[in-house]
Each structure stands twice: as C-alpha cells, then as structure tokens.
C-alpha cells in the first residue's frame, strides 16, 4: 500500500522529459534517476559522446532513453530536437534545463566574448528552450519547467560575476515563466545547488586551501552530491507539486543559512565520540 501511495503521489511514469546538458555530472544522475521512475527521458546535449553512454547507462538498469545531440545556442539546433521529440511522443512533460557552463575569472579579466558564451549557454539557452517547448505545454495545458540556478544566483564567490549573473536571471526568468503560462496550466520553478561535487569540481574540492574555504560555508561542512539534487527534482516534475510554481528551491546543506558555525561555547558541541 505504502509503495502504491508513493508511487501515486511522485512517480513520473510515462512523462516525456526533456533535459539538457543531461550528459553532465549533475543532469547525468537527474537523467538516470528520473528514467529510474518510469520517466521517458529525451536526453539533449552537444557532447555525442557524453549522450551514449549515458544512453547505455541508463538502459542497462533497464529505464528509456533517447537521446538528441543539442546545442542550446543555437535556435535551430533546439527546434530540430523539440520537432523530434514532439512528433516521437506528441508531448513533452517535463523540461529541465540544466546545461551551463563556468570559466572563474576577475571582473576586469572578463573577455566579451567569454561574458557572451557564458551569458548565451546559462540564460539565453534557458529563455530559447522554455520558448521552443512551451507551445507543447500549452497544447496539453499541462507541463513543468525546472530551470538549474545555483546558490550563486544569491551569495557570490569571486570569480563568478558572470556565472552569478546569469544565475540570478535564470531564477528571475523562471518567475516570468510562472507568472505568464499559469494560465496554460505550465509551472515553472528553479532548483539552485549549492557546491556539488562532480568530476569538474573535484579539483577544487581538493585545493589545498580552497576545499577548505568551501567547507566552512556550508553548515554539513561538505559538498553535495548530484544523486542529492535528484529528490527536489522529482517532486517538481510529478503531479506532488500541483500547487508549486514560480519558486526557487535552494540544495545547499546549510551554506545560504550561514554556513558552518563560529567557534562558540556550548557543551553540546559534537566531539565524534559516542
Ligand atoms: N557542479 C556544481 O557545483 C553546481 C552548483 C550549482 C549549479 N550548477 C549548475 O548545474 C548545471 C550542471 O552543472 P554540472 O556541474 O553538471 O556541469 P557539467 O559541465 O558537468 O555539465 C554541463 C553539461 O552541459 C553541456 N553543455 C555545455 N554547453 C552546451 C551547449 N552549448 N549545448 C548543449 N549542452 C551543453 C555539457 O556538454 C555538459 O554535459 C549547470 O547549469 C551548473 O551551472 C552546478
């Protein structure tokens, strides 16, 4: 019964999705998770490469998946897989947008063309994509949008100006989305991570005195992992959050709250003994 009642309130069976940057460290897991639940996942990306294993991965542990070799910059590039998947499946679902990209540089180091790439990849994209699948959704009336924003969206590193700025707009646009298509029976909302450990950050995670300074901003003192990104997105995707819209839905362990405390007194500070 209690399987049955899970699977009625969040299962994602049979919903078309459409995901970008799905061949990534975090849309990886998301992919391979959501097909997990019964999703048909249309899994885009411009890595080939990055798309098959993925494909292999996810039909090994027996879930669907199709994939679309996708380059969100460029609007033919988008509308040629959102023709595809739509006459395939005559629907899509759900769309998570999750390509982007980062390059850490000082404000006055920016190139243009690199403040371009980064603002096309992170934001454009996210604005092209929702337009392209849209009038699916509102042929259905029905559909979710789930737009990847980051902790940085709020609280800045340096080195992040534009990757922050463009985060805050992904979260501002997601707002836009929500407010216009609710009446098309769309919702939309952003899922921001906080650090999350991946193959690309892994690097900093082990930096002699970067790891550490990442570590004691966050109140779990330690990266998440994409798999943990994974809970918020289902539920954003399934029918459970009927009434949620025009939200974003921070996973950060504890680092936009404050981080890992200061050196307080108490006698309830943990030693690591029984
Ligand atoms: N890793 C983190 O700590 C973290 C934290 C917060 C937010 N995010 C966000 O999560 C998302 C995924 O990050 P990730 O860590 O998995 O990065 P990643 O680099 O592992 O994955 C990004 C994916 O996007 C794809 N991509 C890049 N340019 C593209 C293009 N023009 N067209 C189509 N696909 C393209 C790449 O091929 C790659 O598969 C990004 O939006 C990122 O900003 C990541």
Not at 87 to 112: C, P, S, T, W
Not at 113 to 122: A, S, V
Request: proline residues 3%; contains cysteine; negative net charge.
């Amino acid at each position: 019964m209690i399987a049955e009642n899970l699977e009625k309130l969040f299962s994602l069976e049979n919903k078309v999705v459409l995901m970008t940057g799905a061949a990534g460290g975090i849309g990886r897991e998301l992919a391979k998770g959501m097909a997990g639940i019964g999703a048909i996942m249309c899994a885009c990306d411009i890595s080939e490469k990055g798309l098959k294993s993925l494909d292999e991965e996810i039909k090994a542990e027996g879930g669907e998946c199709h994939t679309f070799v996708m380059n969100v910059t460029d609007q033919a590039s988008i509308q040629a897989a959102v023709d595809a998947i739509g006459e395939k499946f005559g629907r899509i679902d759900v769309l998570v947008n999750v390509a982007g990209i980062n390059k850490r540089e000082g404000i006055m180091d920016v190139l243009e063309e690199t403040y371009d790439r980064i603002m096309d990849i992170n934001l454009k994209s996210v604005f092209m994509v929702s337009r392209a699948v849209a009038p699916l959704m509102m042929k259905q009336h029905k559909g979710s949008i789930i737009n990847i924003g980051s902790h940085n969206a709020t609280a800045m590193l340096g080195g992040c100006s534009v990757y922050g700025a463009t985060k805050s707009g992904v979260v501002a646009l997601t707002r836009s989305m929500a407010v216009e298509w609710a009446e098309w029976g769309i919702r939309a909302n952003a899922v921001s991570p906080g650090h999350i450990l991946t193959p690309l950050t892994q690097v900093t995670w082990d930096h002699p005195t970067r790891g550490d300074y990442l570590r004691d901003r966050i109140a779990m003192r330690r990266p998440g992992t994409p798999e943990e990104i994974l809970g918020i997105v289902v539920l954003l995707a399934s029918d459970a959050s009927s009434y949620m819209s025009g939200s974003n839905y921070v996973v950060d362990g504890g680092c936009l709250c404050g981080g890992a405390p200061w050196d307080f007194d108490s006698a309830y500070r943990y030693k690591g003994e029984e």
